[in-house]
């Protein structure tokens, strides 16, 4: 799949990484209330999810239009935006 546009992959690469945001910290509250011997196995659950997202959403939106690859800056942003976004109950565009 290659985005048709900017904002189209500005789109799905926020949302790629807003997702792996969450999933990051489901992973947290997870590992904390499950015992040490299933840790592996929630890790890799987890680890396959990201590498779907990053594979479906965030690389190919950079791969398509190369200013979009984000920068650790850039991913604090982006995640930042989304989460307020979202408590504020409109999971609009990160730049909304």
């Known amino acids: 799949m290659t985005p048709p546009t900017l904002s ?13 945001a969450a999933l990051d910290s489901a992973l947290a509250l997870a590992l904390a209330q499950a015992p040490v011997e299933s840790h ?7 680890g396959r999810a990201m590498s779907a997202i990053m594979g479906e959403t965030i690389n190919p939106a950079v791969k398509a239009f190369g200013a979009l690859a984000p ?6 942003r982006v995640v930042q935006a989304r989460l307020q976004a979202r408590m504020a ?8």
């Open 8 to 20: 189209c992959a500005e789109a799905l690469r926020d949302g790629g990484i807003d997702a792996m």
């Open 71 to 76: 920068s650790e800056d850039e991913w604090r």
């Open 89 to 96: 109950g409109t999971a609009g565009a990160a730049g909304a």
């Open 40 to 46: 592996a196995e929630l890790k890799r659950a987890i």
